[in-house]
Structure formats: C-alpha cells, structure tokens
C-alpha cells in the first residue's frame, strides 16, 4: 500500500512520468481522475481522500476543501490562484502553491505578438489574402511601432519580460502602474511609474499583467476605454476578468480604440456566436500564452516539487495562503 494518495483532478498533457518519478521516493500513488474535473462534485468525487491535489482550472472552492478529509497540499499547475479560496484553505491549514516563474518567456512573447499582430493588422491582411484579395494600396490605419509610448499595468515576471523584449522597438516612453512594486525598481529599468489615469490617457499600447482580485476584477471598464486614445491597443494575456468584456466590445465597435489582442476571457472557451469573433480589430487565442514543450515540462517539474516537499514535512517554496 503506498504512503500517500497523490490526486491530479485536471487532465489534458501529454503524459504525468515527472510527477510520477519525482513523487516515487516517498512512496506516493499518482491517481488521474477518470474525467477531467471541472465541476465542485467532480473534484469531490475524486480527491475527497487524497494527500495532495494537483490542480489546473478545477474549481477548489470552500465546499471542495471542506470535503478534503486529509488533503495537506493544493498545487496549482500554473501562475494564478483565483480557482482556489485561499481562506477556506488556510483555515484548514492546506497549504497551496503556484509555479509564479514557469512561462514568463512564453507569455511576454505572446504579448509581443498579440501587439505586432494587432500594430501590423496580421490577421487581417492573412484572411483577405486568403479570399483572393491581393492589396498593396491600402488605407488602413496602420502605424509604426517605433516611437509610440507603451503603458504596462502590473510590473512582476512576465511585464518585466516584455518590456526588455519591447525595447528593442524602441518607444517613447514605457509608462508603469504597479502599486506593489518599488518606484526606484520601475525606474531603474528605464520606466516612467505613474497612476492608472495617466497611464490609460496617454499610451498607444496598453499591455495587462496582473492577477485576478477582487480589487483587479474589471479593472478595464467603460470609463478606462473611454480615457484610451483612438489609436490606442489593448492586449491581455493576464485574466479575463480584468476587463469588462461588454465595455471592450463597445469600444471596439464605437472605435473608443483601435484593437485588442487577447489569449484570456471572462468565459472560456467562447461562445460560438461571441460578438469578439465577429470583429476584424481583435486578435484572439485560446489562453495559450503560456504553452512551449519547455514551459510545460518546468510547470510539471515544480507542481510535483512542491507537493514532495510538503508531504516530506516541510513547507511549498511558492506558499500562497500563510498563515
């Protein structure tokens, strides 16, 4: 009989060997739930008795811990937390962990795409090409990148990723809004600290990265777009929620802004008759800014790692909920 009962509730990669091998010399039993869980009960249903969850988008609510009868850690495939209540977890003295440093490259490259996707009108020229429209005499507004002042709303990991990869296109002025962040650390990257007002009034391009709070959620509301330039573009590679998803889409329409490019949304996956998918300024993926071969295999790695550590007797390095 093995020593502890190891639970991933979220299927879908390619194979679980890592956690399988990094959890094998303390005589931990990997079990994949039959489903993949999306629902409280599903999460019930197949980890009620295990040691330690491993977790993706599954809902980890009050209810689902409160049904953990001996769970000890919840470890979370990923950055972001907000599918977990943290009090009910510290309540229960579960510890939960996160993996904060995984796909910062991956997401900040994504951004850069979304953004010279959107500036370069990519996905545009590709779909009239694609009709038999060959256009070399066009009108549209597209203007160039060098020289335009790009606002960052939240300053960790991946921000701070972007913006050295941004630099290289050289813009006027990196404005950043960070409330948690020091000053001097803004400004020795070459950065302009500043408040949400200016920063929303005065960028070209507005680039999203913070988490998902109840202070966060829709950050972006009808006010802020209608602050933003006409010229302006928002990318959000961060949460859905951050921003008010029937806002974005009257500014989008009304052209209060000139394009979004977005990889998170306040419900995933889309609606097949979503509004967003009918509009040529937007770019849209999947919430697949943060996949490469790499980051998924580090993001495996340190999920086992911390529920090893924890079920060794000691604490998660990415402690989330301490108490």
């Avoid at 629902?39 to 197949?46: G, K, P």
């Avoid at 777009?225 to 329409?253: H, S």
């Avoid at 849209?284 to 943060?290: A, D, L, M």
């Amino acid at each position: 009989m093995s020593d502890f009962k190891v639970v991933i509730v979220n299927l879908g990669y390619e194979s679980f060997e890592l956690e399988k091998e990094i959890l094998s010399p303390i005589g931990a039993e990997v079990v994949l739930s039959d489903r993949d869980c999306l629902v409280e009960n599903d999460v019930i249903e197949a980890a009620r008795d295990a040691d330690a969850v491993l977790v993706r988008e599954a809902p980890i609510s009050a209810r689902v811990i409160e049904a953990f009868q001996r769970c000890k850690i919840v470890a979370r495939y990923g950055v972001g937390v907000d599918n977990v209540d943290l009090e009910a977890a510290r309540k229960k003295r579960i510890y939960v962990s996160n993996v904060p440093d995984y796909c910062a490259e991956e997401v900040s490259d994504h951004t850069v795409a979304l953004l010279l996707a959107c500036i370069r009108t990519i996905v545009l020229r590709d779909k009239r090409v694609r009709q038999g429209k060959w256009e070399t005499d066009i009108r549209d507004d597209i203007y160039r990148t060098t020289g335009r002042c790009i606002g960052l709303v939240g300053y960790g990991k991946i921000a701070r990723a972007f913006h050295r990869k941004w630099n290289g296109f050289l813009p006027s002025k990196v404005l950043v809004h960070d409330p948690y962040v020091p000053r001097d650390l803004i400004e020795g990257r070459g950065a302009v600290h500043t408040d949400l007002d200016t920063l929303f009034s005065s960028s070209d391009f507005i680039s999203l990265h913070l988490p998902l709070t109840a202070e966060t959620h829709h950050l972006v509301d009808k006010k802020r777009f209608q602050q933003m330039k006409p010229t302006a573009i928002l990318i959000n590679t961060a949460r859905g929620a951050l921003v008010d998803e029937n806002a974005l889409i009257e500014a989008l329409g009304n052209g209060w802004i000139m394009g979004a490019g977005l990889d998170v949304f306040e419900q995933e996956p889309l609606s097949e008759d979503h509004p967003l998918k009918q509009m040529d300024n937007v770019v849209i993926t999947s919430h697949v800014g943060w996949y490469s071969k790499d980051s998924v295999k580090e993001l495996q790695t340190k999920a086992a790692q911390e529920v090893l550590r924890v079920l060794s007797g000691n604490r998660p390095t990415a402690w989330v909920n301490p108490w």
